[in-house]
């Protein structure tokens, strides 16, 4: 068991997902960075400063902070549509791959297909 424990994770597959965790996790700080230090101010300036997380309903003795949930919301398509632009901005940069061009195989003789067929036959041991 704990050899096929050991196979399991240090197959590529794993690795590759661990990789891949940690270079998400620190492109998510730069986005946040991103969205915190230069986005939201700039849509801050350019919608006079609204602030949804002061808005809240208070029933019965329960504050209902519905502000907070549309601030997340809209913090939340800031986030989406800077990264949208960032994927967008790398696949131009991303270099262009040549198509595969394959090589055609060269036509074969049908008489010589027919003797590669028996050749092949007297190989195995068949007869005609």
Do not use: H, W
């Amino acid at each position: 068991m704990l050899k096929d424990f050991k196979e399991f994770a240090l197959k590529g597959n794993v690795i590759d997902l661990a990789v891949a965790v940690v270079i998400g996790a620190a492109f998510g700080k730069i986005v946040s960075s991103l969205v915190e230090n230069i986005i939201t101010p700039l849509i801050g300036l350019l919608s006079g400063g609204v602030d949804f997380s002061g808005l809240s309903y208070t029933f019965l003795k329960a504050e209902i902070k519905y502000g907070v949930f549309i601030q997340s919301v809209f913090d939340f398509i800031i986030v989406a549509f800077a990264i949208f632009m960032a994927i967008r901005l790398m696949m131009k940069f991303k270099r262009k791959e040549d198509p595969v061009v394959e090589e055609a195989l060269p036509e074969v003789d049908p008489k010589e297909a027919l003797l590669i067929e028996i050749r092949d036959l007297l190989k195995e041991g068949k007869t005609l």
